[in-house]
């Protein structure tokens, strides 16, 4: 659930601030499968496409699956089907590869994170390095 929560707080802002639009190529047929994919164009906007979400919640429930080969092949399925169903572009999908690590684990993200502004405090201060207290 934190995992969710700090992903959207960290992408839906890039939705707002980097426009990017992924124009829809019309389905040809009329099946329910085509339907259903329609149904979830009209959800979607082409313009929150970078970097995909679809594609990051395969990731974060792909981490759930055991044996982890099985969850990592879900998750490259679901980023195929983003781009060979028109819903995503090529970047919006590696962007969502680069930027997961951090959000799937968001403790190891913000103690990093507790590290580097501690270091950058304590330096502007002239007081003693965090080393200096072990």
């Known amino acids: 659930m934190i995992s969710a929560w700090v992903a959207m707080a960290v992408i839906f802002p890039i939705y707002w601030i980097i426009p990017s639009s992924v124009p829809r190529r019309p389905l040809a047929d ?17 313009t929150v496409a970078f970097p995909s979400f679809h594609v990051l919640w395969a ?4 981490r759930l699956y055991r ?5 990592i092949t ?4 679901i980023a195929i089907s983003c781009i060979t169903t028109g819903m995503h572009f090529i ?7 680069v930027i997961a690590p951090p959000l799937v684990h968001p403790q190891r ?10 270091r950058i405090a304590n330096s502007w201060l002239g007081g003693p390095s965090p080393e200096a207290h072990q």
């Open 109 to 118: 993200a913000w103690k990093r994170l507790l590290r580097v502004t501690e």
């Open 91 to 97: 970047p919006d999908v590696i962007a969502v590869f």
């Open 67 to 71: 044996p982890r080969w099985l969850g």
């Open 30 to 46: 009329n099946t329910w499968v085509a339907r259903l994919l329609n149904l979830e164009r009209a959800i979607d906007p082409p």
């Open 59 to 62: 990731i974060f429930v792909g």
């Open 74 to 77: 879900y998750a490259g399925a």
